[in-house]
Structure formats: C-alpha cells, structure tokens
C-alpha cells in the first residue's frame, strides 16, 4: 500500500459551549485506505467527520484532508471529497438519474461527460429501468447504493461515509461494501463511520471513539489481540463500559 497520508488531525477539537463533543483528537489515514472510525451515538463521530469535511469550523486543533488545510482551503477541500451523510444524500422528488446529472453539475464534471457517466453508473448499479422513478419510490438499499455513486461520481480522491449501511438488510450491506472495497482498490482513501462493529473487521484499521476522545486505534485484529477478546463487539463493550 501506498504510504501517502491522506487525511491527518491533530488536536482537532469541536465545543459547542460548554460541551466538548470532540476532544483533541489525533490520527492518520493512507491514501487507499479503507478508515473504520466507530463509536456510540454520540460518541463525535458525526461532528468530527463534519470538521473534515470543510462542514463545520473546528474550536481548535489542525487538520488536512487530500493536502487541503480545513481551516483555510475548505472550497479546494469540498471539491476533492465525496460525501454521504446519514440523512441527507439524495434528492427524494428526483430520478436516479436526475440525481447524478444534478451533482455532475455541482461538482463541475463538463456537461458533456455528464450524460454518459450518469448511464454508465445505472446500469452498472441495475437501476437502468429505473431511471426515470423518483427516488422516493426505491427501497432502501437501492438508494444507499445510489447514494454512494452520487457520492464518488467526480472520482474524489477521499470518500467519507457517515452511517452509510444504517437500517439495511445484511444482503445490502454485503453489496455495498462490495462497493466500498471496489472504490478502495482503485486507490479512493474510504472514511467510514459506523455503529455496527462487524463492519469493523472489514476495515484496514479503526478507531474507536469514547465521549468525543479516541480511546483506541489500531487494525481489528491487534484489538482484539490487545484486549483479549475475539470480537470487536467485545472490543467495544470493553472500552465503553
């Protein structure tokens, strides 16, 4: 694997008034990289992907993601990552294919590459027949699918992925990771957030958040070394107890 760091913190903080939801965290990811950073609801995850997404202004701390400073190079930054929130990644009352040609658009792909790009992506998804529906009507799992070429369709260097397999059946969450892994073979550096701790072993490392610190990081294996135990579930009950 490539070495080339593609996202680093270091103190990165987040308060909102009294309340510290992340707290000095500090951690690297390879370029090519498939990142596990778990934890609890409310643990910081979301807030901390956030930050590193140019969303959210950090309290303190410094942070670069694809050589993009997050204080000071947020637009450079937004242009090279993909990003597919928990709750917000489609648009409901358009097409799949409307979707693709819509955030073509925003992430600056030339119109002509566009059309047949979206086609492309469509039938390699199965959802050619399906490409003039309105995304309301798909079921779930086709839309996390969607979700996440919508979210890779400008071919980013870095993808984050906040809860992407949230409320999906196992058979969808086996495809999707299908999708991940492919991503990641092609050299995309993947940050996953994630409360399922299965989806642990699928990652090169994790990291797992307590009360807005990193209390552990390192491959799921050597965790579960470390911790004497032969799950990450078990990993996970261990440090958040």
């Not at 390879?30 to 934890?39: A, D, P, T």
């Not at 090279?80 to 928990?86: A, D, H, L, V």
Request: charged share 25%.
């Amino acid at each position: 694997m490539n070495h080339e760091v593609a996202i680093r913190a270091e103190g990165l903080t987040r308060k909102f008034g009294a309340f510290t939801a992340v707290d000095h965290i500090s951690f690297s990811v390879e370029k090519g990289e498939i990142f596990g950073f778990l934890g609890a609801n409310g643990a910081g995850k979301t807030t901390a992907i956030k930050m590193l997404c140019g969303l959210l202004q950090p309290s303190g701390g410094k942070a670069s993601v694809g050589g993009f400073d997050i204080f000071r190079q947020t637009g450079q930054l937004r242009r090279n990552i993909g990003y597919m929130s928990q709750r917000f990644s489609l648009y409901e009352d358009l097409s799949p294919y409307e979707n693709l040609r819509f955030y073509g658009g925003i992430y600056g792909l030339p119109r002509r590459e566009i059309k047949p790009k979206a086609e492309a992506v469509l039938k390699k998804l199965g959802l050619w027949e399906e490409k003039d529906q309105l995304v309301s009507a798909l079921p779930l799992g086709w839309k996390q699918k969607l979700a996440f070429s919508v979210a890779s369709f400008h071919e980013p260097a870095i993808v984050f992925l906040d809860e992407p397999t949230s409320g999906v059946d196992p058979v969808t969450r086996r495809q999707f990771w299908h999708m991940i892994y492919e991503a990641a073979h092609q050299g995309t550096t993947i940050f996953i957030t994630t409360h399922y701790m299965e989806e642990a072993e699928y990652c090169k490392r994790v990291s797992i958040m307590v009360s807005g610190r990193i209390q552990a990081l390192d491959t799921p294996g050597k965790l579960k070394e470390q911790y004497q135990v032969s799950s990450m579930d078990e990993v996970f009950l261990k440090l958040t107890r």
